[in-house]
């Protein structure tokens, strides 16, 4: 990857390497967009197959950020982290504090979150350096574990794609194949589970697959099998780029909704799904509950108003495939195109000067 023509074609701002030799920290901060204000992305942590495909991963990470907190009208610019390594084996204490001091570093610019391996624990540890973190324990004032608010948000959203596929918001009856029953997809369960959709999952943790079907009723099938099941709706859960060449002509579902970053592999599998008929929430506009959610800790953290914030999921999907069924394209890029006016509005609106905080000769 050439590294530099990257960031410029897709308009990043920063990328910061951070390397600690002492907690064996190694992590990626990335920062796509600010234009709308501080960039707010999670931390993942993930062991990758190579350097490269971390970099990329936090790249991608964070320009969804950007377009996520676009899309849920949030005032917050787009950034990703992504740590090094296994999280059940490579973490300690020093590691987060040590990253958590490279935040510090970057005075605001960047506020993270928890996301794939990482935990409220970690994000506690975090704050022992740094106030740009969110997520953290509840009795610090803050949300908490993001994940049920996401899943919340994932169900809300899901419903709109049915109502668009179907005729109908309701789940009752409906088969809903569930790649990943972590975090996210397990709340998830619960709420398909309790309108009486019947679920299929799948996982590589036995122990996740175990949970939901003892739990829901579920019927696990094998990671591969997922895609080619009979069923009305794919839910991926796990990570990204599952919608490919590969997993394409096994799908049988009329609704893509789950709560994954980037799941489309390239762009061109958007419209492949679109030509088929299949109606796709697009993964960032779907899965915002988490980062609306957090985001609220920055008015003083309200769960009430957070939560009738995630309720305008439902909404922003019926809007993006409004959009889309107007303009005649993909949803995704229905999406694209809510996310980017807001951003372009944004970016115009302020060409004029006025004063904002500090006088500009204040420190003279
Ligand atoms: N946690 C949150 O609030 C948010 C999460 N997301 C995204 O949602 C997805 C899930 O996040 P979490 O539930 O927090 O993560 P998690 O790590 O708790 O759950 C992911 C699950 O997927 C499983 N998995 C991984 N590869 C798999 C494969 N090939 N086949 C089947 N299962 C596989 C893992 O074993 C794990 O149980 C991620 O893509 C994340 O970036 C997006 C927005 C917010
Ligand atoms: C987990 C969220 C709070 C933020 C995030 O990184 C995301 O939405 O992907």
Redesign the pocket.
Known sequence: MEIFKYLETYDYEQVVFCQDKQSGLKAIIAIHDTTLGPALG?T?MWTYESEEAAIEDALRLARGMTYKNAAAGLNLGGGKTVIIGDPRRDKNEEMFRAFGRYIQGLNGRYITA????TTVADMDLIHEETDYVTGISPAFGSSGN??PV?AYGVYRGMKAAAKAAFGTDSLEGKTIAV???????YNLCRHLHEEGAQLIV????KE?VQRAVEEFGAKAVE?NEIYGVECDIYAP????ATINDDTIPQLKAKVIAG???NQLKETRHGDQIHEMGIVYAPDYVI?AG??INVADELYGYNRERAMKKVETVYNNIEKVIEIAKRDGIPTYKAADRMAEERIERMRNSRGQFLQNGHHILSRR
């Open positions: 999670g993942r928890e996301d794939v391996g993001p994940s996401t790649q990943g029953v972590g975090n996210v997809a799948t996982d590589i943790n996740a990671p859960c796990a990570l990204g709560a994954a970053n899965n988490g980062v």
